[in-house]
């Protein structure tokens, strides 16, 4: 499976972005997709993830309210509908997926990524 993720950019607080993630390959293995981030200096994070069948999502509490995972099956793809910008949001952005069903929120159980895309929060 190969993720390509796109739609990162410079934001000002309070603002908004879309993030999409497009998968290819041998999609039919992706059970579970999700987001991470990474700001300077800091450790790769769960942010937010999905299911591919029932759509059940899972968000880490730093950004419940804010953010919203979706996905289109048709197309392989999912989103991460950031609004209200913080500046500690500020992170490259890493989709991933796994090829078993079921959330984690550690990155370790994640077997495919993205090259991450720059979010940055001016404020």
């Known amino acids: 499976v190969q993720l390509q993720a796109s739609g990162g950019g410079l934001v000002q607080a309070g603002g908004s972005l879309r993030l999409s993630c497009a998968a290819s390959?041998?999609?039919?293995?992706?059970?579970?997709m999700g987001w991470f981030r990474q700001g300077p200096g800091k450790e790769r994070v769960f942010v937010a993830s999905?299911?591919?069948?029932?759509?059940?999502?899972y968000y880490a509490d730093s950004v419940k309210g804010r953010f919203t995972i979706s996905r289109d099956n048709a197309k392989n793809t999912w989103y991460l509908q950031m609004n209200s910008l913080k500046p500690e949001d500020t992170a490259v952005y890493y989709c991933a997926s796994r090829s078993v069903s079921g959330n984690s929120y550690y990155s370790g159980d994640y077997g495919f990524w993205g090259q991450g895309t720059e979010v940055t929060v001016s404020s």
């Open positions: 390959g041998r999609t039919f293995s992706t059970y579970h």
């Open positions: 999905i299911s591919r069948s029932a759509g059940a999502t």
